[in-house]
């Protein structure tokens, strides 16, 4: 079973860039998954940020792509997210989360099957 | 962008209630959609995988069904345990969105 874990700095200081990491346990970074992440402000719903292929390829949500990478580390096991210019309204506790699939013939149905805990992040100076 | 929304925003229900979530899409997503249930403190949980499909391990009182624009998640039979907060999600184009939610309380 998929095991993930986010870490990075709690507290990020206005116009600084979100830096977080996602360890991967239980099943290849290599392998033909796709990796995400997703926020959730305090007391609000939920928001994709983006998710990345095992190949690279990246995927963002059109209002955060001006500020938002991602990168994989197969070497680690890790996939990261970096969020620059960060403002209070990127406080979040920021997910992890594994981009599963089901394929049928030609179509694909990707879910979100594998989740960190969540992960924090105030942004305050 | 697609634009998902839920109905009610929050419903009040009692044990052994059947209960019913709808979805709506703002344009035809086929049935590429998810259905998750968060509780209080917890990542979320992946409940339903394109539009019913019920994930290994969920209980057999849940069900998913619609296509199209309209989706439902439905609660044949309300536990102490389902009371949470869920959500459906869209995946039909690269950009994912998730609908606002629908906090379930006793």
């Given amino acids: 079973q998929v095991q993930l874990q986010e870490s990075g700095p709690g507290l ?47 995927y963002y949500n059109p209002s955060l792509t001006s500020r938002v990478s991602m990168s994989v ?20 506790v920021y997910y992890c989360a594994t981009l599963g699939r089901t394929f049928e013939y030609s179509n694909s149905w990707y879910y979100f099957d594998f989740w960190g805990q969540g992960t924090l992040v105030t942004v305050s100076s | 962008d697609i634009q998902m929304t ?13 209960v019913t979530i709808t979805c709506r899409a703002s344009q035809s997503i086929s049935t590429y959609l998810n259905w998750y249930q968060q509780k209080p403190g917890k990542a979320p949980k ?15 009182r849940f069900s998913g069904s619609g296509s199209g624009t309209d989706f439902t998640l439905t609660i044949s039979s309300l536990q102490r345990e389902d009371f949470a907060t869920y959500y459906c999600q869209q995946s039909y184009s690269s950009s994912y969105t998730f609908g606002q939610g629908t906090n379930l309380e006793i």
Avoid: M
């Fill in chain 1, 12 to 58: 990020v200081k206005p116009s600084e860039t979100l830096s977080l990491t996602c360890t991967v346990s239980g099943h290849s970074i290599r392998s033909d998954y796709h990796w995400g992440w997703i926020r959730q402000p305090p007391g609000k719903g939920l928001e994709w940020i983006g998710h990345i292929s095992h190949t690279g390829s990246t």
């Fill in chain 2, 6 to 18: 839920q109905s009610p925003s929050s419903l009040s229900a009692s044990v052994g209630d059947r």
């Fill in chain 1, 73 to 92: 580390d197969t070497s680690k096991s890790q996939f990261s997210l970096k969020l620059s210019s960060v403002t209070a309204s990127d406080t979040a």
């Fill in chain 2, 46 to 60: 992946l409940l339903i995988s394109a539009a019913s499909t019920l994930q290994s391990g969920v209980p057999s």
